[in-house]
């Protein structure tokens, strides 16, 4: 089970810190997403992370703003999001997959790889 929560409504050049509870497949996953989705829009990759190290992934859009990390005793992943844009107002949800990292390099942004998934939460930048 993934449990998402911190989203809300921020003005322009805000900052929100989501996270993700992960329970249940906290065996069955190394690799961690967040992604998002507008309203009319097709669902896009955020961001990855490699829970065993390396540097993560982000898409274009968020470079510079938004920071993925995990915090292993509390088996959570945050998505720190700053210098909010009106564009970034989506429905956040993050992910669990379990890929071996050569694989994850090349497909970290790909919904399909990613078999367990959490209800999302509302980010609204105005």
């Known amino acids: 089970q993934l449990v998402e929560s911190g989203g809300g409504s921020v003005q322009a050049g805000g900052s929100l810190r989501l996270s993700c509870v992960v329970s249940g497949v906290t065996d069955s996953r190394n690799c961690m997403g967040w992604f998002r989705q507008a309203p009319g829009k097709e669902r896009e990759a955020v961001a990855g992370?490699?829970?065993?190290?390396?540097?993560?992934y982000y898409a274009d859009s968020v470079k510079g703003r938004f920071t993925i990390s995990q915090d292993s005793a509390k088996n959570t992943v945050y998505l720190q999001m700053n210098s909010l844009k009106p564009e970034d107002t989506a429905m956040y949800y993050c992910?669990?997959?379990?890929?071996?990292?050569?694989?994850?390099?090349?497909?970290?942004?790909?919904?399909?790889?990613?078999?367990?998934w959490g209800q999302g939460t509302q980010v609204t930048v105005s």
């Open positions: 992370l490699y829970l065993g190290g390396g540097s993560p």
């Open positions: 992910a669990a997959a379990f890929l071996l990292p050569t694989r994850y390099a090349r497909s970290w942004y790909m919904q399909s790889d990613y078999p367990y």
